[in-house]
Nanobody, 125 residues
Framework: QVQLVESGGGWVQAGGSLRLSCVAS????????MAWFRQAPEKERAFVAG????????HYADSVKDRFTISRDNAKNTLYLQMNSLKPEDTAVYYC??????????????????WGQGTQVTVSS
């Protein structure tokens, strides 16, 4: 079973930036679609951004489009989420996730079979 470890969360004022990282164990990172999800207090977990195996194709939730950028470095087994122009409504625990084998893209958490422990992002107004 792959292990996913997120880092980079923290506290930032509105308008600021943070960069999240997710390091995957093992040697098959490049074989899987990856994504970021987030869960705010008392809300359902929600898709944020996804990226295909090569890193060429990306998808974003409308709420983060043009502010967040997902990327990956397959040589380093690492997934990134660059978050700019942060807003208080971006406050949440952010999770990286690995899609099930063969899944090219999905908004749905049940299509992902490995999850990190999460990293807290807090944006103050």
């Amino acid at each position: 079973q792959v292990q996913l470890v997120e880092s980079g969360g923290g506290w930032v004022q509105a308008g600021g930036s943070l960069r999240l990282s997710c390091v995957a164990s093992g040697r098959t990172f490049s074989s899987y679609t990856m994504a970021w999800f987030r869960q705010a207090p008392e809300k359902e977990r929600a898709f944020v951004a996804g990226i295909n195996r090569s890193g060429v194709t990306t998808h974003y939730a409308d709420s983060v489009k043009d502010r967040f950028t997902i990327s990956r470095d397959n040589a380093k087994n690492t997934l990134y989420l660059q978050m700019n122009s942060l807003k208080p409504e971006d406050t949440a625990v952010y999770y990286c996730a690995r899609a099930r084998a063969g899944v090219l893209f999905s908004l749905y958490g049940n299509e992902y079979d490995s999850w990190g422990q999460g990293t807290q992002v807090t944006v103050s107004s």
